[in-house]
């Protein structure tokens, strides 16, 4: 495989998973009865530039489908990390209403919502109509289309470059991150800057997060890799913050390298000596992460098989992507996992891709009373626990499986 950023082979594998079908292409109950695609998933290092990434399998359009059924509102946690977000950015660069704000992945409108709120003029950028209409519905401007250079040079052409891009969680999420990038270089204003959020690869490695691994993540991101190919595309890097979301990400600050008028923190310099110490730039750093995740793998489904041999029901809480990996890598089947409980409508009377868990509201857990939860979007742990407290009424437990399994109180 040729790396996606710069050419070179990619031939240093961080981990097999196997196979697995698109971790976000959920059944209905008519898909139940036709066969599924599963593709191989495994994550190859490139040893020039230090890119981990998926190897393509797996068109983009098989995994973005217009009825996509992700909506990042369902979190609260999210919402306020979002507001949150905009809040510190109106104040750090001076936004008013004389600015304007791009997200490149607004998917419902979650972080808009709060920049609209605050009367800055703002457009979202979504190519998955399912999310893009429900931010509409919230006055959102949208623009539904993948986002990479050619767009950005249109949107730049009719006067909507930005003072401010956002990227959450999509920089892992896109085939040609070059042309993506370049997107950014096009988009800015002069002055302009671009803030990328994405989950850390060296808390993948080394809190053996793999379960963050599915189709859609094609590229796996530490700021070394991302120093580089921003570099490559005429974005410069200004600063990086370490944010505890997704199980851990970075927040990484960028501007035109041509024109922009940040200095250059020594928080960037810092965390890049803290990734070579570590070994980011090394082959040894991504060895024995398969034993670790096989593991993981064999510790759960040692609980699963207890507590069936115990007469106790296991049921999930949260149809995440994460979980999707877990389950399939594992095998498990309802048999095991009755049923999930996801909040959001558009996932309930559907069934888990691969496992085929049944996908149900809320208002199953106090009627069906399972003896175990498994918290599938671990990193919302403490929100789910909190939220779904009366769990412990009926003497029910919540788990969580990665990075090891623990039965929480």
């Given at each position: 495989m040729k790396c996606r950023h710069c050419g070179a082979d990619a031939?240093?594998?961080?981990?097999?998973l196997g196979t697995a079908?698109?971790?976000?292409?959920?059944?209905?109950?008519?898909?139940?009865?036709?066969?599924?695609?599963?593709?191989?998933?495994?994550?190859?290092?490139?040893?020039?530039?230090?890119?981990?990434?998926?190897?393509?399998f797996v068109r983009p359009e098989q995994l973005f489908a217009p009825d996509y059924t992700y909506f990042s509102s369902y979190s609260t946690t999210w919402l306020s990390h979002a507001e949150r977000y905009v809040s510190e950015m109106v104040s750090r660069f001076a936004l008013d209403a004389d600015s304007h704000v791009v997200e490149v992945a607004a998917n419902d409108g979650y972080l808009l919502q709060f920049v609209r709120a605050l009367g800055i003029p703002c457009t979202g950028i979504e190519p998955?109509?399912?999310?893009?209409?429900?931010?509409?519905?919230?006055?959102?401007?949208?623009?539904e289309a993948f986002f990479g250079a050619e767009l950005a040079e249109e949107l730049?052409?009719?006067?909507?470059?930005?003072?401010?891009?956002t990227a959450n969680n999509v920089l892992a999420h896109v085939p040609d991150i070059n042309d993506f990038v370049r997107g950014f270089v096009a988009l800015l204003k002069p002055g302009g800057v671009a803030t990328f959020e994405f989950h850390y690869l060296k808390q993948l490695v080394d809190q053996c997060q793999f379960d963050t691994?599915?189709?859609?993540?094609?590229?796996?991101?530490?700021?070394?890799?991302?120093?580089?190919?921003?570099?490559?595309?005429?974005?410069?890097?200004?600063?990086?913050?370490?944010h505890p979301t997704h199980g851990g990400s970075l927040r990484v600050f960028a501007q035109r390298a041509d024109t922009g008028r940040?200095?250059?923190?020594?928080?960037?310099?810092?965390?890049?000596?803290?990734?070579?110490?570590?070994?980011?730039?090394?082959?040894?750093?991504?060895?024995?992460?398969?034993?670790?995740?096989?593991?993981?793998?064999?510790?759960?489904?040692?609980?699963?098989?207890?507590?069936?041999?115990?007469?106790?029901?296991?049921?999930?809480?949260?149809?995440?992507?994460?979980g999707n990996t877990l389950l399939n890598?594992?095998?498990?089947?309802?048999?095991?996992?009755?049923?999930?409980v996801d909040r959001?409508?558009?996932?309930?009377g559907r069934y888990l891709p691969g496992s085929r868990i049944p996908v149900v509201g809320e208002d199953e857990l106090p009627q069906r009373r399972p003896d175990f939860i498994v918290i599938f979007p671990w990193n919302l742990k403490d929100e789910v626990m909190n939220e779904q407290a009366h769990v412990t009424e009926w003497g029910g437990r919540f788990v969580t499986a990665v990075p090891e399994i623990t039965i929480w109180p």
């Open positions: 031939t240093l594998l961080l981990v097999d079908p698109p971790s976000n292409g959920f059944l209905t109950r008519e898909a139940l009865r036709s066969p599924e695609a599963w593709f191989p998933l495994r994550v190859l290092v490139c040893e020039r530039c230090w890119l981990a990434q998926t190897e393509d998955t109509a399912s999310t893009a209409a429900a931010a509409r519905e919230r006055g959102i401007p949208i623009v730049a052409g009719t006067g909507r470059q930005a003072d401010l891009m691994i599915y189709h859609e993540h094609f590229s796996y991101l530490s700021l070394t890799s991302v120093d580089g190919i921003f570099a490559a595309a005429g974005l410069e890097v200004f600063d990086v913050e370490e940040q200095p250059r923190t020594p928080a960037v310099e810092a965390m890049l000596a803290v990734e070579a110490a570590a070994g980011l730039r090394d082959a040894p750093y991504y060895a024995g992460l398969q034993d670790r995740v096989l593991k993981v793998k064999h510790d759960f489904l040692s609980f699963l098989l207890t507590a069936r041999g115990q007469g106790k029901t296991v049921a999930g809480y949260g149809a995440a992507a994460k890598f594992a095998g498990v089947r309802p048999d095991l996992v009755a049923f999930v959001n409508p558009a996932k309930q």
